[in-house]
């Protein structure tokens, strides 16, 4: 028992300081909330798929922004793409960069792009790996016989 | 009597005797002649009134015939019978004679007088022969005036008139030469216009002034005028002996101005032309009676006629000028509703345009403030976040403002706790009030209503502005809000005396006063309060900051919910006292739930899971599409998920209860109208249901109009989803969901 609800607090502080520091928010607790026994992996999956995603986009992004000409358009519509992803799984830093990424769009500022194209990256990394830690914590959790409602 | 008592001695009296004898046969025969042809010839006249004493005329005659012819037998011896027969005959000669005689007297003064009355009837049938005659000409005369009228008054064209009048009386009258002399503009000279014989008159002129002229001029009838006068020298004498008689008549120029409703033009106008009339030289003939009156009634006629002309000219002239100035107040009209529509589209896309690069401003400067900084780099960027936020704040009034102009702005109404709006601006006001060490006091009387209907929002807003301007404006001391609902005796205020609000069954009028013991307003000022961009001069307010937007909005809105707001302030440095006055609705029932559209918490009943329920979800972002899809997984739901357009078209059907899509997708919304057409009976139809990030009016507007069911919000969270399901489920109620 000690060994879980010392994981169980573990787990309770870490979530709370990722919200603390803005890396997540709401959302990603009402997706938490959507697990249940028969879909125990439900949050993975989704974080997962959005990283996939997110690199795809970045890779685009990238790609389109170092040619000659840079379609703007595209780098657009890819941005607001990312915003939805970022805002369906509650990851706040993610879309409040791109609110700003939008803008330079706008202007057609490549400069202002790349750099916000940076931080995107740099944040999704640090988001993968904190996500990353949290899974293994709940890992942990589960094998040490805790049930998954007790983490809601 | 001798001679019969003797044997006849022929020879010396036989000659006397034998004369006699044939005389007396010649008397008797044609005393027995005349009664015949005299019988004969009253036989054959009919009318011979005296008969009888033609009979006896007769008898007298036959008789002296008879006499003399018995005479004859007296000549010759004769017996005592002829004698007799003689005196018999000789008697009634003598009765009949007398009697005859005795008549006479009484019959030939009867026969003269026939005479007379025979006489006197010839001369009468001579007088009304001659009055015939003068009966006829004037029928003449009036048919010529009525052919004439006709003529004249056939046209309404000036020019026309006139020669037509010419012509005609030309004709008519057998005239030499007519001629109309028309005032000039100064009205000093006439000048001749029209003549009938010669095309185009040279301009004669002819100063008004004559005497001949002024006679015509001051009398209404036709005046005979001598040739040699200045208007009747018309032609140059071709030595023709004696000049026709000339006549002429004046025709009075009608004005418009005379014609008022209440007083028939008189002929008090001054300007007259002049029509001159000239017979043909070298004939005999006279101005006759019936002609003047022709020429005086035809002169009437053409001044009717021309004014006639005249109305109807000004009349086309004003129709042109109106003409003109609709097409040019329509043409004003087209340009101000391009200028308001360029003025919205220009709102629009500024709002938009103005939105984004603010909130780019402020989200960056908000994430700057979370970066280290030095705090001199600190304070810069929390005085950026500050002039941003004023910005936005000013941008947003602005298109208030605009919106409220062009009564676009429609008020959002709801039911809202009365008490709660004012603690809430009591909270907001409070800090700002403790920092400058002011009182602030709230009052609501006991009778306002706990729960009102009205726009919560903008009457929030506008108690805030008001408050916030209190506490703006005063350096010390206090602030008091008071609150009560009005009574008609009390709303006899000097400010509002146009203002008579009838409180209703289910309306009652809110009074708020805010009373400040600020700084004041001159009352010459107070007008201006409310006015747009307008503000006070004085160094006092100018540092307070402010656009002067506040309170114009704030009588907008005001007006808009049927109030009145007004300012009092007895001048400069005794504080001041904001009134307003707004109209606000009885909610039926006081402990109804007061929620407008939806329950703000869980249904008391309703599903917690849906199980079975078909729903389909159509996102193109993954990751949205996987989090929706085991949010209903979640609930119990059957769900697909497809990421395009041509998929959902192709998957959905009668089974799905709903359908959840993103509508920032390309075609989101096209795909919402194809399956309504798809599906055109309603009740087997799945709800359409829109997910989206974006809440401004547009797309709620464009949701509305495609026709779906409803909108959400994204992020969705699970209650949210659940109440929304149940509500489709259980109350297949239209929606909408913030």
Do not use: C, E, I, W
């Given at each position: 028992m000690d060994v879980l609800s010392h994981l169980h607090r573990q787990i309770a502080d870490f979530t709370a300081s990722l919200h603390r520091e803005g890396f997540l928010d709401e959302q990603f607790t009402q997706l938490q909330k959507l697990r249940d026994e028969s879909t125990p992996d439900f949050v993975n999956e989704v974080v997962s798929l959005f990283f996939e995603d997110c690199e795809k986009l970045v890779t685009n992004m990238a790609r389109a922004l170092e040619s000659q000409t840079v379609d703007f358009k595209q780098v657009d519509s890819s941005v607001h793409q990312l915003k939805g992803s970022s805002s369906s799984i509650g990851a706040t830093k993610i879309k409040n960069i791109c609110i700003a990424f939008r803008t330079y769009c706008e202007a057609k500022n490549r400069e202002g792009c790349v750099r916000c194209l940076q931080e995107v990256d740099h944040e999704r990394v640090l988001l993968k790996n904190k996500l990353q830690t949290l899974f293994r914590l709940e890992q942990q959790f589960v094998t040490a016989g805790g049930s998954i409602p007790a983490l809601q | 009597m001798e001679s019969c008592c003797f044997e006849p001695q022929w020879p010396a009296d036989e000659l006397l005797m034998k004369y006699q004898y044939i005389s007396d046969f010649f008397i008797a025969l044609a005393y027995f002649s005349i009664p015949l042809e005299l019988i004969y010839f009253v036989k054959k006249s009919a009318v011979f009134p005296y008969r009888w004493v033609l009979v006896q005329f007769g008898a007298f005659i036959v008789l002296c015939g008879a006499t003399h012819l018995i005479n004859l037998w007296t000549f010759t011896m004769h017996t005592r019978t002829v004698e007799i027969v003689m005196t018999i005959a000789k008697g009634m000669t003598a009765a009949v004679s007398c009697a005859t005689a005795l008549m006479l007297v009484h019959i030939i003064p009867d026969l003269l007088s026939v005479k007379t009355r025979e006489l006197f009837l010839k001369n009468k049938a001579a007088e009304l022969d001659r009055e015939m005659g003068l009966i006829r000409t004037q029928e003449e005369t009036g048919r010529h005036v009525r052919m004439l009228t006709h003529e004249i008054r056939s046209t309404l064209d000036r020019h026309t008139i006139l020669r037509t009048t010419l012509v005609e009386l030309g004709r008519t009258l057998a005239l030499e030469e007519c001629a109309l002399w028309m005032p000039t503009r100064t009205g000093l000279e006439l000048q001749l216009s029209y003549t009938l014989r010669q095309q185009n008159p040279v301009g004669y002129t002819v100063p008004i002034q004559l005497p001949v002229i002024n006679k015509v001029f001051s009398s209404n009838r036709a005046v005979k005028i001598s040739p040699n006068c200045p208007v009747a020298r018309?032609?140059?004498?071709?030595?023709?002996?004696i000049p026709g008689e000339v006549v002429a008549v004046r025709v009075p120029l009608l004005?418009?101005?005379?014609?008022q409703i209440n007083d028939w033009p008189e002929l008090s106008t001054k300007r007259y032309a002049l029509m001159v009339l000239m017979l043909p030289s070298?004939?005999?003939r006279q101005w006759h009676v019936h002609e003047l009156e022709l020429v005086e009634v035809v002169a009437d006629q053409v001044a009717v006629a021309l004014s006639h002309a005249a109305i109807l000219e000004e009349s086309m002239r004003a129709r042109d000028l109106l003409i003109e100035q609709n097409f040019a107040l329509d043409r004003a009209r087209r340009e101000a509703e391009t200028a308001i529509s360029a003025r919205n589209d220009f709102l629009a896309v500024m709002n938009h345009e103005m939105r984004i690069p603010m909130h780019a401003i402020i989200a960056l400067s908000s994430l700057l403030q979370e970066t280290e900084l030095t705090p001199e780099q600190r304070l810069m960027v929390e005085t950026i976040l500050k002039s941003s936020n004023l910005l936005a704040t000013l941008i947003n009034d602005v298109l208030d403002l605009s919106r409220l102009e062009d009564g676009s702005l429609k008020l959002d109404l709801g039911t809202f706790n009365v008490h709660a709006i004012f603690k809430e601006v009591l909270n907001l006001i409070k800090p700002i009030a403790s920092v400058k060490k002011l009182l602030l006091t709230l009052n609501l009387a006991p009778d306002l209503p706990e729960y009102a209907i009205g726009d919560e929002k903008r009457l929030m807003q506008t108690i805030l502005n008001v408050v916030g301007n209190a506490v703006k404006f005063t350096k010390e001391g206090s602030i008091s809000i008071t609150a009560f609902v009005t009574k008609s005796e009390s709303l006899r205020d000097s400010r509002a005396s146009d203002f008579y609000p009838m409180p209703s069954d289910n309306h009652f009028y809110l009074r708020v006063q805010v009373k400040d013991s600020g700084s004041g307003i001159n009352p010459q000022d107070v007008p201006k309060?409310?006015?747009?961009?307008?503000?006070?001069?004085s160094s006092a307010t100018r540092n307070s900051g402010g656009s002067g937007l506040g309170l114009a909005i704030c009588k907008r809105f005001v007006n808009l919910m049927e109030g009145q707001i007004w300012i009092e302030s007895e001048g400069l440095g005794k504080g001041c006292t904001a009134i307003f006055i707004v109209k606000l609705g009885i909610p039926e029932h006081s402990n109804e739930s007061k929620h407008s559209f939806m329950p703000k918490g869980p249904p008391s009943r309703g599903q917690t899971t849906f199980p079975g329920v078909k729903v389909l979800v159509m996102d193109d972002n993954g990751v949205s599409r996987m989090v929706t899809r085991g949010l209903l997984v979640h609930l119990r739901c059957n769900v697909t998920a497809v990421s395009s357009s041509d998929e959902c078209l192709r998957v959905v059907s009668q089974d799905h209860k709903v359908v959840f899509m993103d509508?920032?997708?390309?075609d989101g919304f096209e795909v919402a109208v194809r399956i309504r057409e798809k599906f055109t009976n309603c009740h087997e139809r799945p709800f359409i249901v829109a997910l989206t990030g974006n809440t401004d009016k547009l797309t709620k507007e464009t949701c509305m109009r495609v026709g779906l069911d409803g909108v959400i919000l994204k992020p969705i969270s699970v209650e949210k989803m659940r109440t929304v399901l149940s509500n489709i489920v259980e109350h297949r109620r239209l929606f909408e969901v913030m």
């Open positions: - | 018309l032609r140059p004498l071709a030595g023709k002996y004005h418009l101005s005379n014609f070298d004939s005999a309060l409310f006015t747009k961009f307008a503000q006070t001069q509508v920032l997708m390309p």
